[in-house]
């Protein structure tokens, strides 16, 4: 199990994102990007035909100033860096918040957007 994951603290993986980071058009997915309500970023890379090679990387974690984890719960957007193809990767954006609960109808800790860059 990563570090970033813990059994004690809820997980709940937002819905996906696959991409091609070929920049080829009808090339395979080779990646797919995901979040997590503990404001965790991941990249799966499933370039293998095999998933017993598929790999999971943790990206970034979403905190406020005083450390609170931002939950991602909607699927991440992500495109070709706009320097492709001298520079290669892509660019992943998320929204961070919840709307799952009735508790979260009160809750007042900031939230963001963010973009993170791969390579």
């Given at each position: 199990?990563p570090?970033?994951?813990?059994s004690s ?5 937002s819905e ?5 980071s ?9 990646t797919v ?5 503990q404001?965790n970023?991941w990249?799966?890379?499933?370039s293998?035909?095999?998933?017993a090679n598929w790999s999971?990387r943790?990206?970034?974690t979403?905190?406020d100033?005083?450390?609170?984890h931002?939950p991602?719960?909607?699927?991440p957007a992500?495109t070709l860096?706009p ?5 290669k ?8 918040g919840q ?8 809750n007042t800790?900031t939230q963001?957007f963010y ?5």
């Open positions: 199990m570090a970033a994951c813990s603290a809820p997980q709940g993986l996906v994102v696959a991409v091609n070929s920049g080829n058009a009808g090339a395979a997915v080779d990007y995901a979040g997590d309500l404001g970023l990249a799966i890379n499933v293998s035909a095999n998933p999971v943790l990206l970034f979403a905190t100033s005083s450390g609170n931002q991602i719960t909607s699927a992500a860096n320097n492709f193809p001298k520079q990767g892509m660019m992943v954006f998320f929204g961070t709307l799952l609960a009735q508790s979260d109808l009160t800790n963001a973009a993170s860059t791969t390579i």
